[in-house]
C-alpha cells in the first residue's frame, strides 16, 4: 500500500511512553478495524523499553504504522501533537498504548458521525482493572446508555468536576475532525498531564463543534498501576487551573456555561486543597491541617474516596491477588467459550460438534468455560434441563438464569407467559380449535444483536487467566473483545458457512438472520477472528481465500468408532435429524420422490425416523415411524439395515454421516450430505442425487446383507482413519498448546 496514493479517512494517534506490557495489543486492536482506511501514528515519548520493537511486530509490516521517535521527555500531550501534525486523516481518534479498542469500533463511529453532522464523537469505555482487582464496569450511565445524545458545551463542563459524582465525560476518547468549524487544526495544551481530552474538547466545543455521544462500549480503558490518570499532583492540578482560565479567554461565555466553567474551578480548587491536606497529614502538621480544613471545608468531603478504595481493598476476592505480577495459582489452561446456542447436551448436529470439541480439548488438559451471552437461550421456554454431557465444561452459565442442580430457571417472567402461552396454543391445537396467534417462534438466538448486558456479562464472566476466546458461530465474533485478554487469541468456530446455507436453495427455511447473511458480512465476522476453525476442508479453502491473513484450520467432528461393522436387519432403514430445514426439506423429497418407489420394490420395508425432525413433518407415509427424539441412538444403528441422508440443501460438514460411519453402517446419501469430505467418502457410503437411483440402491442393500456388510465396512475404516479424535482435533489442541501468555 503506497503512502503517496493511500489516503487514510481516520488517523488514529497513539502516545507512548515505555508502554511494553500492553502495546502490542493495542496496536493490534487498531490495524485489525473493520474501517481498513486508517493510518496508525505512534508517537513515542522517549521510551527506554522495547515498545517501539514490540508495536513494529505487532503491525507485521502493515504500511499504516507510522512511528514518530522523540528524543527527550515531553509528555502525552506533545506527544501527541506530534502525530497529529503528521496526521492525514479527516478525523482523528485518541487510544492509549495500554487500552485497546473493538474492531468495529472507528466504522461504526465514523458513519455516525457522518450521518448526524457531529465534530466530535465518543462512545462509552468499558473500565477493567489489572489482575481483576474490581469487575469491569461502563463508564456511562443514565440517559447516555440508551440513546445517542448531544453534549452542549455546558453539560460537557457539568458532567467534568473533579471528584465529581456521575461519570466524567472528559474520561472518553474523542474522535474528532481533524480541522475544526474555525478551519484550525486541532492540538492539544502540552501544559497538560491530567485532563488534556477536555482541554481539548471544550476549546472544539467553544469554537462552534458539534458533539455527540453514542452508548456502544467499543473502547476498552485498562486501570492498572502505571496508568497517568491514578496520580493526581498538586502541579498537575495547577495546571489544570491555568488551562480552564484560559477558556474564558477570546469566547463570549452565556451564563448557562459561565455557572457551569466557575462550578468546575471551584471544584479543582478543592481538589487542590485536599492534596495539601492529606500531604500535611502525612508530615503531622496537624496545625496546617487544621486551617486548610477551615478555610475550604469541602476539601473533608472527599476523604470519602481513600475510605471507599480501602474498603473495596479490603472486600477484593481471592482470585484478584497478585505475586509478582502474576495471579496466584496454576491449574489447567482456561479456554471461553463464548456461545448464544442452547447447548444442553448432544441434541443436535451442532451442539454434538461442538460437544465433541470440547471433550478432545478437556482430555488434552484444558478448562473449557460455557459462557452463554445471551438470555435468548432460553427462547420461549423458561427452563433448560442439562444433560450428562454438560459434565466436559469446567463453567457453565446462562445470562438470566438461576442453576439449581441440572436446571437453569429463567428470571424474566416474560419467558414464563410466552411459555404459558405456548402451552396454552398446544392445547387448542389437540383439542382441533383454532388458533389465537397469542404464541410466538422465540428469536433465532444465535445470529441476535449483542445487547449491553451481554457485553458486560462477558467481561464478567471471563476469567483473567483465560489463554484464548473461542466463539461459537461467526455471529459471536464481536464478543470476543469483551472477555477483556485482548492478548489471548480469538478462534471462531464456523461450524458451516451460514451464507452459502441461506444461498443454496430459496425454498429452505432458515431464519431470517441467516437468510439475511450476506458472504461479505459473514467474511467481515470470520475476519474478526485470529483463527477460524472450519468443520471440512472446502469451507476452510473458501476462507483462506477471502481472508488470506487469518489462520484456519480444519476440524472435522468426531465420534467413537464401533469395534466392527454392523450389518442390521432386512427391509429396516435409519434416517436421524434434529429439526432443522435442511433436514426436513430432505426428508420430504425422500417421502416424495424416493419411498414410494422403494415400498414398490420391498413392500415390507420400514423407515424409523429418530430425532426432532419428526415435528415438521404433517404425515408419515405408510410404512414410515415417527421415533421422535429417543433415549439413545445405539440400538437403532445397530438393527437398521441401512442409514440414509436425502440432504438436498444445506453447507458444513453433516454430523450425522460421521455418526453413522463410525456405527459401522450402509449409507446411502446425496452430493450435499458428502459436501466437504467427498475425497475421503467416496467407497464408503453410495452418493446419488437422481431418486430413482436411489431408491433402487436402497432396496438392493435392504435385501442383501453382504453387500451391506461390503459397505459398513467401507464406512468403518473411513471413520478410523479420517475422523478419529487426534485426526479431527489434533490440529486445534496443538494450536492451543502454542498459547502461552503471562500476567
Given amino acids: ?55 513494529r511486530a505487532a503491525a507485521n509490516g502493515d504500511p499504516r504504522l507510522v512511528i514518530i521517535e522523540s528524543n527527550a521527555k515531553s509528555g502525552p500531550a506533545a506527544a501527541r501533537n506530534r502525530a497529529l501534525n503528521a ?26 458521525a457522518e450521518a448526524d453532522k457531529a465534530d466530535i464523537i465518543a462512545d462509552d469505555m468499558l473500565t477493567f482493572y489489572e489482575h481483576r482487582a474490581r469487575a469491569p464496569h461502563a463508564h456511562l450511565s443514565g440517559a447516555l446508555t440508551r440513546k445517542p445524545c448531544w453534549i452542549s458545551a455546558s453539560a460537557y463542563v457539568r458532567t467534568n468536576h473533579l471528584f465529581g459524582r456521575g461519570p466524567s465525560l472528559g474520561y472518553l476518547k474523542p474522535v474528532f475532525r481533524r480541522v475544526g468549524r474555525d478551519g484550525a487544526a486541532a492540538a492539544y495544551d502540552e501544559s497538560l498531564t491530567i485532563a488534556e481530552d477536555f482541554d ?12 455527540r455521544s453514542y452508548p456502544e462500549l467499543g473502547y476498552f480503558y485498562r486501570k492498572h498501576a502505571g496508568s497517568i490518570s491514578h496520580r493526581l499532583k498538586a502541579s498537575d492540578i495547577d495546571a489544570m487551573v491555568k488551562a480552564h482560565d484560559r477558556l474564558n479567554q477570546g469566547h463570549d461565555i452565556p451564563d448557562e456555561l459561565a455557572d457551569a466553567l466557575h462550578a468546575r474551578r471551584a471544584s479543582l480548587l478543592t481538589a487542590r486543597a485536599f492534596g495539601d491536606f492529606i500531604g500535611a497529614l502525612k508530615e503531622r502538621r496537624l496545625g496546617a491541617a487544621l486551617s486548610i480544613a477551615a478555610r475550604r471545608p469541602s ?53 454434538t460438534y461442538l460437544l465433541s470439541i470440547v471433550g478432545a480439548l478437556s482430555r488434552a488438559g484444558f478448562a473449557v468455560d460455557y459462557i452463554g451471552a445471551s438470555p435468548k437461550i432460553f427462547g420461549r421456554w423458561p427452563m433448560l434441563r442439562l444433560k450428562s454431557e454438560i459434565g466436559v465444561f469446567a463453567r457453565y452459565g446462562v445470562r438470566g438464569g438461576v442453576r ?26 389437540k383439542m382441533k380449535l383454532p388458533s389465537l396467534g397469542l404464541s410466538k417462534p422465540a428469536d433465532y438466538a444465535i445470529a441476535a444483536k449483542a445487547e449491553r448486558a451481554d457485553m458486560l456479562y462477558v467481561a464478567r464472566q471471563v476469567q483473567a487467566n483465560t489463554q ?29 458457512l451460514m451464507s452459502a446455507r441461506a444461498a443454496e436453495d430459496p425454498n429452505e427455511k432458515v431464519p431470517d438472520e441467516v437468510a439475511a447473511l450476506t458472504p461479505e458480512a459473514e467474511f467481515k465476522l470470520l475476519g474478526m477472528a485470529d483463527v477460524v476453525v472450519a468443520i471440512q476442508a472446502g469451507e476452510a479453502a473458501k476462507v483462506r481465500a477471502a481472508l488470506p491473513e487469518v489462520e484456519t484450520i480444519v476440524a472435522p467432528h468426531f465420534v467413537d468408532a464401533v469395534a466392527a461393522p454392523q450389518i442390521g436387519e432386512n427391509d429396516t432403514l435409519l434416517f436421524v435429524g434434529s429439526n432443522t430445514a435442511p433436514n426436513v426439506v430432505g426428508l420430504r423429497w ?40 429417543v433415549a439413545s441412538l445405539e440400538p437403532y444403528y445397530r438393527d437398521a439395515g441401512v442409514v440414509i441422508s436425502p440432504l438436498r440443501t444445506g453447507s458444513g460438514l453433516k454430523i450425522k454421516l460421521i455418526e453413522a460411519l463410525a456405527a459401522g453402517k450402509a449409507i446411502i446419501g446425496t452430493t450435499v450430505t458428502a459436501q466437504g469430505v467427498e475425497d475421503v467418502v467416496g467407497n464408503a457410503m453410495i452418493i446419488t442425487d437422481d431418486a430413482a437411483t436411489f431408491a433402487r440402491a436402497v432396496s438392493e442393500h435392504l ?6 456388510r461390503i459397505l459398513a465396512s467401507g464406512a468403518l475404516l473411513c471413520a478410523q482413519a479420517n475422523f478419529s479424535s487426534e485426526a479431527c482435533f489434533g490440529p486445534l489442541i496443538a494450536r492451543l498448546n502454542t498459547v502461552n501468555i503471562s500476567r
Fill in 1 to 55: 500500500m503506497s503512502s503517496t496514493t493511500f489516503a487514510p479517512m481516520v488517523s488514529v494517534v497513539m502516545a507512548n511512553h515505555n508502554g511494553a506490557a500492553h502495546i502490542a495489543a493495542a496496536v493490534r486492536s487498531v490495524l485489525r478495524q473493520t474501517l481498513a482506511a486508517l493510518e496508525l501514528i505512534l508517537s513515542d515519548d522517549c521510551s527506554n523499553d522495547e515498545s517501539v520493537a514490540l508495536a
Fill in 87 to 112: 496526521a492525514r486523516g479527516k478525523w482523528i481518534a485518541i487510544v492509549d498504548s495500554d487500552d485497546f479498542i473493538h474492531p468495529e469500533r472507528l466504522e461504526r463511529l465514523v458513519a455516525a
Fill in 200 to 211: 481539548l474538547v471544550m476549546r472544539l466545543l467553544l469554537s462552534g463543534a458539534r458533539m
Fill in 299 to 351: 476539601a473533608l468531603l472527599l476523604l470519602r474516596y481513600p475510605i471507599r478504595d480501602r474498603l473495596r481493598k479490603m472486600g477484593a476476592p481471592a482470585s484478584s491477588r497478585q505475586k509478582e505480577g502474576r495471579l496466584e495459582g496454576g491449574g489447567p489452561k482456561r479456554i471461553a467459550l463464548l456461545s448464544r446456542q442452547r447447548v444442553i447436551g448432544a441434541t443436535n448436529g451442532s451442539s
Fill in 404 to 429: 439449581v442442580g441440572d436446571m437453569i430457571f429463567t428470571r424474566d417472567a416474560r419467558v414464563w407467559l410466552a411459555a404459558a402461552l405456548a402451552v396454552f396454543e398446544r392445547a387448542l391445537t
Fill in 468 to 496: 484464548a476466546i473461542v466463539c461459537d458461530y461467526a455471529f459471536l465474533a464481536p464478543l470476543a473483545p469483551y472477555a477483556l485478554v485482548p492478548e489471548a487469541p480469538a478462534l471462531t468456530i464456523m461450524h458451516d
Fill in 590 to 629: 425422500f417421502f416424495d420422490a424416493v419411498w414410494p418407489l422403494v415400498r414398490a420394490a420391498r413392500p415390507n420395508a420400514e423407515l424409523q425416523v429418530a430425532g426432532g425432525v419428526a415435528r415438521s413433518m404433517d404425515a408419515a407415509p405408510e410404512g414410515v415411524r415417527m421415533l421422535g427424539v
Fill in 703 to 708: 435385501s442383501d446383507a453382504e453387500k451391506r
